[in-house]
């Protein structure tokens, strides 16, 4: 097809395509140029506790604004390099995840200039209008984002929501809205949608509504006489209010347990969204722990290894420990790499006499993404032209492509990953390959390379010797890891310097190589060996 060289629009994502975490998308345009979300990824089983992964933005210019879709983690948890990166970039925002920005920025002493926006805002630039359109999460303040151009002349729309599902149920908030999106979008003459993947390859095409799981829990709250413990995720501050409701009726004392769990109550509560009779809440430091009538609201429910239910499990815990009859519920579902921690953590439950409700037992969990339900009444009220998967491992971005014409007939579709670039023209469209650039590791306060983290796998798997040389002598030599070295293989060793020759750098290489044999013939394997040089 003919086209015009310049291209309207170029949308090219950062992360969030081929793993669900580090969202993060640039919008260009010839006189715009803004991001959309700067979130991480939470490491694997694999990455020897890095604490998280992001981006790899390292070539951006510098952008006009930082536009943030809502506040989980997988969408503002890397702003603090951003900001440290660019520190006059404006950053808009809804208002919950506003709060939860602020306090990331304020804990590294940083500052930036931050807009509120709202369902009925618009936020402007040269080339294009970007609408705010509310839709439901498992999370407050959840945006879409739809792009309208400002030139008359031009007739293309995109619609970008990376985290939603349909609740018309909802006793928290609205619906999705669709009227404003159709009303928005109705003049389009080519439409283009970037959707949630999250939940193609479920069974369950409607997803549940937050009001559906009320009964089920106030069941277990009426039945259950002794301690509950709920884990559940910190940001979920509607599922957070379902609880204490629940327990507000059936007079049960509230314990927010573990730092996210507070931190996010309590901004929710400060802006007027978690309501609560403050007698309800109990501080773990001053509630009798083992009184009957509690509710300890904990987070962690993926596991996690410094989590307060990770610690009320394990048994390391200052103020709560497991005891017979007390009842664990799970109003939560694990993050695909997360089963065995959490798989872990229930047979912990089990071995210590108390009992654990999953959601594959009860109606205890909704989750905040879409069924193919939910994706087929966004196509029915945006009606787009082009479907691009987003926010999905690989193989859901290609299973959401290839469901198009059930979900959406008549559109097309096509799969794109990091750091392709899906470019709009006049009259067609394409997505251009990029180089792919994995994301980087951080831990403490900086990029660890991976290389090191290759080295630390080594390590782990076959242990490490550290040597210490002097001229024709071995200093010390130390391991960890590794068995206690019997008197031979230690005499091995000093006869290795002996036959080594060479400058002290050679004699330390034929050290190293001829130690990893030697052990090799001990142990059956080959531990990581440092050869440190003390002198010329």
């Known amino acids: ?26 919008f260009k345009t010839a006189n715009t140029h803004i991001i959309l979300d700067c979130g991480i990824l939470f490491p694997d089983d694999d ?78 630039f040269k080339d294009f209008i970007i609408h705010p359109i509310a839709v439901n999460h498992s999370i407050p303040d959840t945006y879409g984002l739809f792009f309208k151009p400002t030139n008359p002349k031009e007739h293309w729309g995109l619609f970008y929501v990376s985290d939603f599902k349909v609740d018309f149920n909802s006793p928290y908030e609205p619906p999705f809205d669709f009227v404003r999106l159709s009303q928005l979008s109705r003049d389009c003459e080519q439409r283009f949608l970037l959707a949630d993947s999250t939940n193609i390859l479920s069974k369950k095409l409607k997803t549940t509504s937050e009001a559906d799981l009320i009964p089920e829990l106030g069941t277990i709250f009426e039945s259950h006489k002794d301690r509950i413990f709920i884990t559940t995720f910190a940001s979920n501050i509607h599922r957070i209010q379902t609880i204490i409701s629940l327990a507000e009726k059936t007079k049960k004392k509230v314990v ?47 596991g996690d290894f410094r989590s307060a239910m990770n610690r009320i499990v394990n048994g390391s815990d200052r103020f709560f420990s497991l005891r017979k009859n007390d009842l664990v519920i799970f109003s ?19 071995e210590l006499g108390a009992q654990a409700i999953t959601d594959s037992d009860a109606l205890i969990h909704a989750s905040g993404h ?36 059930g979900l959406c ?25 990029g180089n792919q650039k994995p994301p980087l590791m951080i831990q403490g306060k ?62 330390a290489e034929e050290i190293r190589v001829g130690a990893r044999r030697l052990f090799q013939a001990e142990f059956g394997y080959r531990p990581v060996v440092f050869v440190h040089t003390l002198g010329k």
């Not at 604004?65 to 702003?79: K, M, T, V």
Request: hydrophobic residues 40%; charged residues 25%; aromatic residues 6%.
């Open 370 to 405: 879409p069924g193919k339900e939910d994706l087929k009444m966004l196509c029915d009220a945006y009606k787009p032209h082009v479907l691009i998967p987003i926010h999905g491992e690989s193989s859901f971005l290609n299973r959401h492509a290839d469901a198009v014409d």
């Open 1 to 26: 097809m003919a086209r015009k060289s310049k291209p309207l629009l170029e949308v090219r994502p950062f992360g969030g395509l081929k793993q669900i975490g580090s969202n993060m998308v640039q």
């Open 47 to 124: 990455s020897f506790d890095i604490n998280y992964l992001i981006p790899d933005y390292s070539d951006l210019e510098e952008p006009e604004a930082l536009i943030i879709s809502h506040g989980h983690e997988d969408h503002i948890g890397a702003i603090v390099h951003f900001v440290t990166k660019f520190p006059k970039v404006p950053i808009h925002a809804p208002p919950f995840a506003i709060e939860l920005i602020r306090l990331k920025l304020k804990e590294e002493a940083l500052g930036a200039k931050i807009i509120s926006y709202g369902a009925k805002d618009k936020i402007e």
């Open 256 to 302: 927010l347990y573990g730092r996210s769990m507070k931190n996010y109550s309590e901004i929710a509560h400060r802006m007027g969204i978690l309501n609560f009779n403050q007698k309800t809440l109990r501080d773990a430091e001053s509630i009798e722990p083992h009184r009957k009538d509690i509710v300890v609201i904990a987070s962690g429910c993926q």
């Open 409 to 433: 007939p008549g559109a097309e579709s096509a799969v794109m990953y990091n750091f392709d670039t899906l470019t709009l023209f006049k009259d067609d469209w394409e997505i251009i390959i």
């Open 332 to 350: 939560s579902k694990a993050i695909p790499g997360n089963e065995k921690s959490v798989n872990s953590l229930i047979n912990g439950i089990y």
């Open 446 to 507: 900086g990029v660890i390379p991976r290389s090191a983290i290759s080295q630390r796998r080594k390590i782990a798997q076959a242990g490490a010797v550290f040597i210490s040389l002097s001229s024709k002598k071995i200093v010390e030599v130390s391991s960890t890891g590794l068995p206690d070295f019997p008197d031979e293989l230690q005499k091995k060793l000093d006869r290795l310097i002996l036959d080594s020759k060479g400058s002290l750098s050679q004699m």
